[in-house]
């Protein structure tokens, strides 16, 4: 018993010596190289992805109640990232991306019958998270399914 007392007073003065011996300077850079645009990508899914099972609410902009293009904004602002209020607005900001180069982050427009003008923000190359219209809840759809499929308008990439 003795020797095993002796054995783990060794070790944790081997390990009490460790920590107080110099360290290596850190790198300058991190470990793992991320482009800023893919920060900011996840960053506004993930804001997005939070609001999930939220209510929508006309002219809502946080948490509690969204409309669509305020999701967008929360998300976004979640990516310190600011954008148009609107989702006019927002049809006229970044650049425009053809549906074959979809990339997450970007937004995506339908005109809908219940709404002029509708806004999302895709998650891969078929689903988008979005909040649909009154009495619904903030979720993730498929592009390719009905209405958005037929009524999609465009899409616009807002993140460098």
Not at 15 to 38: G, H, Q, S
Not at 72 to 87: D, E, H, N
Request: aromatic content about 4%; hydrophobic content about 45%; overall charge positive.
């Amino acid at each position: 018993m003795r020797a095993l007392r002796c054995a783990l007073a060794a070790s944790l003065a081997a390990l009490l010596a460790a920590c107080a011996a110099p360290r290596p300077a850190p790198e300058a850079r991190p470990a793992v190289d991320v482009p800023p645009a893919a920060a900011a990508r996840a960053r506004v899914l993930d804001g997005a992805q939070r609001m999930i099972g939220q209510p929508y609410r006309f002219g809502g902009t946080q948490p509690g109640g969204f409309d669509c293009s305020g999701l967008v904004a929360y998300a976004a602002a979640a990516a310190g990232l600011r954008l148009p209020r609107t989702a006019d607005e927002l049809l006229h900001a970044g650049v425009p991306v053809r549906r074959a180069d979809l990339e997450p982050g970007d937004l995506v427009f339908m005109r809908l019958r219940r709404k002029e003008l509708h806004v999302g923000i895709v998650l891969d190359g078929d689903r988008f998270i979005h909040a649909p219209s009154s009495g619904e809840r903030v979720r993730i759809d498929s592009l390719g399914a009905p209405p958005y499929a037929r009524h999609y308008l465009g899409a616009r990439r807002v993140i460098p």
